[in-house]
Structure formats: structure tokens, C-alpha cells
């Protein structure tokens, strides 16, 4: 059994949003601008990850780390790249040549909103290399309705493949802003350190709803949270178990039985909104 718990690992907690555009691609802000509003929403650090390109020289506030970004879509893929040095031409490349060139720069890539892609889990299973797949985007659901992708993490899961999962506002306006963050735990606010700790899943997603503490114990997972509607514990095929109450409850525990294949955590209050560990067990 493989534990990855972000809440044991030392350091401290950083909020960020890592899909980000500005007026340098088709975004509603200068980049100025768009940092200015982050700062002001209480983030840590972001990346700004116009398409096809990355965005230099930005003037950030002080309080907020800006990380080099870029988004490139090839085929129905979109891939977003964290911690790149340079662009490349994509003419004529594959998704998994994209997601290789990103890797010789050792950039994180993350498989962008693919059920707005019109990608299916299939699709995802072909290609290897990549950290994640964001399973909340924000501009696809304002958009299409089509924001969510946690089917598409799980079937990947489920045939055994290790992902995180992300999610971001993919901000193009400013209502798009400040709903789909990641919470990340590392040992100080600088690039390296947060993408050390993304490649280690020391971290969580969420839209609004927070955790608070998980433990992991004698097969037993406990989880700790803001109060919530639901907490769900999610596993292959039918495993994992779901605890709801007309009262908001704040704790939940899982017994782990063995035949789950991984285990992840989803928390919605009475919101709606969400958050979500990347699994936190794999067997």
C-alpha cells in the first residue's frame, strides 16, 4: 500500500491557479492586471499560461509568485505547461511530442478541461507523461456546463495509470476568477518548491470547500474539513463509500478494504462546491 498525504509533509499551505490567460492571448486583462487581482484575492502564486506562448517581463505584486506558463493545443488536446523555459513550434507535432518538448524542460504538464475537449479516457490512455488532468475548469463550466472531468480521472485511475488531479479558473474575464484553485504544501514560496511539491501530489483542488486535516492509519483514512454536505471517499468500480447528513458534518473516516485500487476524497459543502484529493492510497 502507497500513501501519499500532503498533510504530513512538512512545510506550508499556498493557494495558486495554474490555468491563466491575459490580454496577450484572449484573455480580459494585461497581465499587470491580472496579477493585481490574484494578490488581492488572497493567492499565493500563479501561472499565467497564455496559448502558445509565454508571457514575460510581468510586474507582480510582491506577496504573489508568478510561474512561467504556456498553453498549447494540438489535435483536441489542450496541454498546459508549468515551469517552461521557452516556446516551440507545434506545427505538425503529436499531443505526446508536445508533452515530451515540456518535459525536456522540465515543466509540469496537465491535461486541460478534456471532457470541454471532447476527449475521452481512452484518448488520455494513450498518451504518458503528463503530472495530471484538471477534473474543474472554471471557464468551461461558465461556458458549456462542461467543467467537471472526474469520470475521466477515475477511468484512468481505475486501469491503473497514477494522476493528479487539478483544478483552475482557465481565466479569460474576471468572473472567471478566484473559483478553481489548488492548495499546495511546500517548503517555501518559490517556483521550484511548488512544483517539487505538485510532482509529489503534496496537494489538493478545490472550489471553494477546504480540508482541514487527513490521516492515515491502521487502514483506516480519516478527514478532517469545513463544515460539509458530503464526503466521499472514491475507489475503483463500486468500492468507497459516501457520508451525508441534513446536519453539516466535519469529520468522515473510510476503513480500507484492500480491493479499491486507489483511494481519493471528494468534499462538497452546502455551496456546491468542491474539494478534492488527488488519491491519497494506492494498492
Known amino acids: 500500500m502507497e500513501i501519499v498525504n500532503p498533510f504530513e509533509a512538512k512545510g506550508k499551505w499556498y493557494k495558486g491557479n495554474l490555468h491563466t490567460h491575459t490580454k496577450n492571448s484572449d484573455g480580459e486583462f494585461t497581465p499587470e492586471e491580472t496579477c493585481a487581482i490574484y494578490s488581492k484575492a488572497g493567492y499565493n502564486f500563479l501561472a499565467i499560461t497564455d496559448h502558445n506562448r509565454i508571457t514575460r517581463g510581468v510586474k507582480a505584486p510582491d506577496n504573489l509568485l508568478l510561474i512561467n506558463g504556456c498553453e498549447i493545443d494540438v489535435q483536441n488536446f489542450h496541454i498546459v505547461g508549468i515551469g517552461m523555459i521557452e516556446e516551440f513550434e507545434k506545427e505538425g507535432m503529436s499531443p505526446q511530442q508536445v508533452i515530451e518538448r515540456m518535459k525536456q524542460q522540465d515543466a509540469i504538464a496537465i491535461l486541460a478541461h478534456p471532457y470541454w475537449s471532447g476527449l475521452t479516457s481512452f484518448d488520455i490512455l494513450r498518451i504518458d507523461g503528463y503530472e495530471g488532468i484538471e477534473i474543474y475548469n472554471q471557464v468551461c463550466q461558465r461556458m458549456a456546463g462542461k ?13 491503473g495509470k497514477k494522476t493528479y488531479c487539478f483544478a483552475a479558473d482557465d481565466c479569460h474575464i474576471e468572473s472567471d476568477i478566484a473559483n478553481g484553485f489548488i492548495i499546495v504544501k511546500a517548503m517555501e514560496l518559490k517556483e521550484k518548491e511548488i512544483i517539487t ?3 509529489k501530489g503534496y496537494f489538493y483542488s478545490s472550489t471553494g470547500a477546504l480540508i482541514k486535516d487527513i490521516n492515515i492509519e491502521n487502514k483506516t483514512i480519516k478527514v478532517y474539513c469545513e463544515p460539509a454536505e458530503t464526503i466521499d471517499f ?13 446536519k453539516p458534518i466535519k469529520y468522515g473516516e473510510y476503513e480500507i478494504k484492500g480491493i479499491e485500487k486507489y483511494i481519493r476524497i471528494e468534499i462538497t459543502d452546502r455551496y456546491g462546491r468542491k474539494a478534492w484529493t488527488n488519491p491519497v492510497v494506492y494498492l
Not at 467537471?148 to 485511475?157: C, F, I, K, N, R
Open 147 to 159: 467543467g467537471y472531468s472526474t469520470v475521466h480521472l477515475d477511468e484512468v485511475l481505475q486501469a
Open 197 to 199: 511539491s505538485i510532482r
Open 234 to 246: 472514491i475507489g475503483y468500480n463500486a468500492t468507497g463509500t459516501r457520508l451525508a447528513s441534513e
